[in-house]
C-alpha cells in the first residue's frame, strides 16, 4: 500500500520561499518517478515538475528558474524549493509517483499515486 504524505504548505508573501516534502512510503520497487502537481481555485490541475528515476527534471514553464525539484533517496523523500512566489502560484500542491523509469509528459495520466496535498497561499 503506497503513501505519498506532503507536508511544507502555507502561506506566504509574494517573493517569499517555501520548501515542499513529500514522503513516500510501502513502494516496492526503488525504480520510479515523481512529480509536483498544483490545483488552483477553479482551475484544473497542473503538472509543475518531475523528477525521473535517472535524476534528470523538468518544469512547467510558468515554474522554470523559480523552483526545483529534489530528492532524498536514504529518506524516501520528494522536495520542491520554490523561490520568487508569486500570488498565481497560490494553489494545492500534490505529489505523485509514476512506476515509470521516465516520464515522457508532465500530465496526471503518468502517474498512478497522490498524496493528499499540501496548501500554498501567496498574497
Known amino acids: 500500500h503506497v503513501q505519498l504524505v506532503e507536508s511544507g504548505g502555507c502561506s506566504v508573501q509574494a517573493g517569499g520561499s517555501l520548501r515542499l516534502s513529500c514522503t513516500v512510503s510501502g513502494y516496492a520497487s526503488s525504480r520510479y518517478c515523481m512529480g509536483w502537481f498544483r490545483r488552483a481555485p477553479g482551475k484544473e490541475r497542473e503538472g509543475v515538475a518531475s523528477?525521473?528515476?535517472?535524476?534528470?527534471?523538468s518544469y512547467a514553464d510558468s515554474v522554470k528558474g523559480r523552483f526545483t525539484i529534489s530528492e532524498d533517496n536514504a529518506k524516501n523523500t520528494l522536495y520542491l524549493q520554490m523561490n520568487s512566489l508569486k500570488p498565481e502560484d497560490t494553489a494545492m500542491y500534490y505529489c505523485?509517483?509514476?512506476?515509470?523509469?521516465?516520464?515522457?509528459?508532465?500530465?496526471?495520466?503518468?502517474?498512478?499515486?497522490w498524496g493528499q496535498g499540501t496548501q500554498v497561499t501567496v498574497s
Open positions: 505523485a509517483l509514476s512506476p515509470r523509469r521516465k516520464i515522457v509528459a508532465l500530465r496526471p495520466s503518468e502517474f498512478t499515486d
Open positions: 523528477i525521473d528515476n535517472d535524476g534528470s527534471s
